[in-house]
């Protein structure tokens, strides 16, 4: 039987290989993937924020402990979906019109997959009225916005307003982030939440949703 144990490891420690190889062996073995899942991965990416937040980790350890989640997720998610499991709750992320940064966006997506959140990724330069669409249509639950420009700021605004229109306002929550984006501003444009590094944008996640 494989020692579970080392798939928290592996994960925590980013080695995607061995993370991959541990849950193809436990699955064959019959173990559960929800357990596999809920007992030691999430577990796992939860430690790694921590050590980001506590400044032991920095951005390469956590793109290569994402890395590996994600790995070892693709083996997972079609079991999940066959056996019905329910996902933490899903989100849509993109970067805001006119602005064409993603590596904190793409870093914000693989820590909230890798905390149990299904992901809609809208890319970059994404128009309100796309992060309206997947609210309504493809059903999120939480719109996450990101911008590095001060320039692209207000577009997160614009948004924020186009949701309230749509009728969404409640229904959806927003959060933002991005390197010149503030608290002050999440209340200023009536975001739900804010934070600035990935894995605080997970607490965030969780906790609009709970």
Do not use: C, W
């Amino acid at each position: 039987m494989t020692d579970l144990q080392e798939l928290y490891t592996a994960v925590l420690e980013g080695d995607a290989p061995s993370a991959k190889s541990l849950v193809q062996t436990a699955l064959d073995g019959g173990a559960d993937p929800q357990e596999l899942l809920a007992k030691y991965m999430i577990p796992a990416m939860d430690e790694v924020g921590r050590l980001f937040e506590a400044n032991e980790y920095f951005v390469p350890e956590l793109l290569i402990a994402a890395r590996a989640m994600k790995g070892a997720l693709e083996l997972i998610r079609p079991k999940l979906v066959a056996a019905g499991a329910k996902s933490a709750g899903k989100v849509a992320i993109g970067t805001v019109r006119g602005d064409l940064h993603d590596i904190g966006k793409n870093l914000v997506a693989a820590m909230l997959e890798g905390g149990g959140f299904d992901i809609i990724d809208l890319g970059v330069d994404v128009s309100p009225e796309k992060f309206v669409e997947a609210a309504r249509e493809k059903g999120a639950d939480v719109i996450a916005m990101s911008a590095l420009l001060t320039t692209t700021m207000p577009g997160m605004k614009t948004t924020v307003d186009a949701i309230d229109q749509a009728g969404l306002k409640g229904k959806v929550k927003v959060m933002i982030g991005g390197a010149p984006v503030t608290q002050r501003f999440a209340d200023e444009i009536g975001a739900d939440g804010f934070s600035d590094n990935a894995s605080g944008a997970v607490r965030i996640a969780r906790q609009l949703l709970a």
